[in-house]
C-alpha cells in the first residue's frame, strides 16, 4: 500500500453548488501532505470526507486501503481506530478531563490496564509538550493553544498511521506554531505517521509539508511538492506564494 | 502476536512475533506480570523483538514498564529489536517527566453538603445581584423611554408566547377533557350532572389554566431563554455587546421579561378558553349537557372573580420564568456542558417558583376572602 489516501474523480455537491469537481489526488504513506486554497475552496470539506464526517457525491476515495464507497458499519469503525483526527479548536470532550480525553479510546477499544494507561497518557502529553500537571484539569481551563495539543495527543494515543490536522496552527502565538511545526516533524520521523492538513500558514507550509494540492475553482489546479506548485500558473498560487 | 518464554540458566529468553501494538499488548500484559513473578530468581530477560511486524509506542511503553519492575526485582532486561522499533524504545525511555494516573478527587458526604450548600448560597447572591440589575435596568427604561426597545419586546413576544399558543392550547384542552371525564363518572353517579360546569369552571379557572399555562411556558420558553443567553456568554456576544456599548440587560434581558409579563396573562386567558372547550365537549358526550346548558350554567355559577384570580397570576408567572430563565443563561461559563446544566435547572427551578408563587397567592386570596 503505497498511497494511503486515493481520491478520484471526486464530486461535492451542496444542493445546487457543485463544491469539488473531479478532484483527484493522492498521498504517499510516510508523507505530510497539505490541503490548501482560498477560503471557501472545500478544504475542510474534502477532509471531512476523506474521515467519513461528510459524503461526497460522486468519485471514489480510498483510505489506508478500504474502499470508502463500499464500505460497512464494521470496516469503518476499524478505519476509524487507525487514524487520529485533530480539530481546529481541539474538539476535546468538556465533560472529561484532559487525561480521560486522551484515554476514552484506550479504554473503549482495548482491555489494557488502568497502570499502562496511565504511562501511555503520559507519554502522548510529554510528547505533544504539555506539563503533566494539565492532567487533571478540563478542557475549559487550558488555553487554545494547550487544547490543540492536547487534541493532538488525543488523536495520537491509538499510535494511528495516519493523521488528519485541521489547521494545526491558527490561533497559535508564533513561537508555539514554529514549536508545533517541529513536533509534527519529530511526529512523523519516529512514528512512521503519515499526515494530512489542512493549514493557511506558509511558515507551515514550507516547513513542513513534502507535497500539496491546492484546490481552487472546485478543482486541484497544481499537486506535488511546493517547487512544482509554485511553478504553476494560476492567480492565487502567485498571491500566495509572493515573494518567497 | 506469540510470545514465546524459555529459561536458560538465570537468564529467561523473551521471543515476540508478530504485530505487537496498542491492539494486542492487552492480552500479554498479565501474561508479562505472571512471568515476571514465576521467573524470579532470574537475573535477566532477553527480548528478542527482531521478528515485529508492527510495534508501537504503546507496546514500548509496556517494555518500559516491565523493564522497572524487573528492576525493582534485582533483574534487568535487554532489548534485541531492528533499528526503527529501537528508536521507539528508546524515545520512550527518554524522559524527563514522571507518569501518573489522575487521582479520583471525590468528596465525602459532609464536604459534598458543604459544598452544595456553599454553592446554592452563591447562586442565591448571584441571583440577588441579577434582580438588583434588572431593577437598575428598569429604572433606566423608565427614565428614559426612548431605551426601551418595542422591536426586541415584540420579537420575544412572538417568539415565547404566540408561537407557544398551538401546544398551550393542545395541552390545556387535553387537561379540560381529562378533567370533565373523570369527574363526569363520579357526578353521574349522584345525579348531579350540571355541577361538573361549577367543578371545572372554578378549577380551571382559578388554578389549573394558569399553573399548566406555566409550566408548558417554563419547559418551552424558559428553557429556550436559558440556552440562548448562554450560547450567546460562550461565543462572547455578550462581551461584544457591551464592548459596543449595548447593555444586555436593555436590549436582552428586560425585553424579554417583560414581553412574558405581558403575554403571560394573556395566555391564561387563552388556556382558560381551552380547557373549558375541552370540558365542554367531554360534559355533552357522557352527561348530555348541550353546550347552550353548559354556557348558561356557566354565567350563572362561576363569579368573574375566578377568572380574574387566574389572570392575575399571570404577570407573576412571567416574571419567575422569565428571570430564572435569562439568569440560568447568564451563569453559562466558558463550557458546553454547562448549557445543558443551566437549561435543565432554569426549567426546574422556573416550575417550582412558579408553584411556589401559586401557594403563596392561594394563602393570600383566602385570607382576603376572595
Sequence with gaps: ?244 | MSLHAKVQGDTVVITVRGDMNVKSIASIEPLLAELLIHSIPSKRFEWHLERLTHFDSAAALLLYTFDKKSRSLGATCKFHANTNHQNIIDAVYHRDYHSSGVVDHRLGPVATVGKMAIQKYQSFKDFLAFVGELFSALLIYLLHPKSIRFKEIYHAIEESSINALGIIALTTFLIGVVLAYQSSIQLKMYGANIFIVDMLGISVLRELAPLIAAIVIAGRSGSAFAAQIGVMKITEELDAMKTMGFDPYLFLVLPRIIALMVMMPLIIFFADIMAMLGGMVVAAIELGISAQLFVDRFNEAVAMKHFFIGISKGPFFGFIIAAIGIFRGLMVENDTRSIGINTTKSVVEAIFMVIICDAIFSIIYTSLGI
Design chain 1, 1 to 244: 500500500m503505497q498511497h494511503v489516501i486515493e481520491a478520484k474523480n471526486i464530486l461535492t455537491r451542496f444542493g445546487q453548488t457543485i463544491v469539488h469537481q473531479d478532484i483527484n489526488l493522492h498521498v504517499n504513506r510516510g508523507e505530510i501532505y497539505g490541503l490548501l486554497g482560498p477560503s471557501g475552496c472545500g478544504k475542510t470539506t474534502l477532509m471531512k470526507e476523506m474521515v467519513l464526517l461528510q459524503k461526497y457525491q460522486g468519485g471514489s476515495m480510498k483510505v489506508l486501503g478500504y474502499d470508502l464507497n463500499h464500505i460497512g458499519h464494521q470496516k469503518a469503525q476499524e478505519l476509524r481506530q487507525q487514524w487520529g483526527v485533530l480539530f481546529q479548536f481541539g474538539a476535546l470532550y468538556s465533560s472529561l478531563n484532559i487525561y480521560d480525553n486522551i484515554a476514552v479510546s484506550l479504554r473503549e477499544y482495548t482491555m489494557i490496564s488502568e497502570a499502562l494507561i496511565a504511562e501511555i497518557v503520559s507519554y502522548k502529553i510529554h510528547i505533544v509538550g504539555l506539563e503533566q500537571s494539565v492532567k487533571e484539569q478540563y478542557p475549559s481551563e487550558i488555553s487554545g493553544g494547550m487544547k490543540k495539543k492536547a487534541g493532538l495527543a488525543r488523536a495520537l494515543v491509538m499510535d494511528p498511521k495516519l493523521l488528519f490536522l485541521d489547521e494545526p496552527t491558527s490561533g497559535l502565538d508564533p513561537i508555539s506554531a514554529r514549536e508545533f511545526d517541529a513536533l509534527i516533524l519529530r511526529l512523523r520521523d519516529r512514528f512512521d505517521l503519515s499526515i494530512v492538513m489542512v493549514t493557511h500558514d506558509l511558515d507551515s507550509i514550507e516547513a513542513t509539508l513534502d507535497r500539496a494540492a491546492i484546490l481552487d475553482e472546485k478543482r486541484v489546479v497544481a499537486e506535488g511538492d511546493l517547487q512544482t506548485i509554485k511553478a504553476t500558473d494560476n492567480l492565487f498560487i502567485k498571491t500566495f506564494f509572493k515573494g518567497r
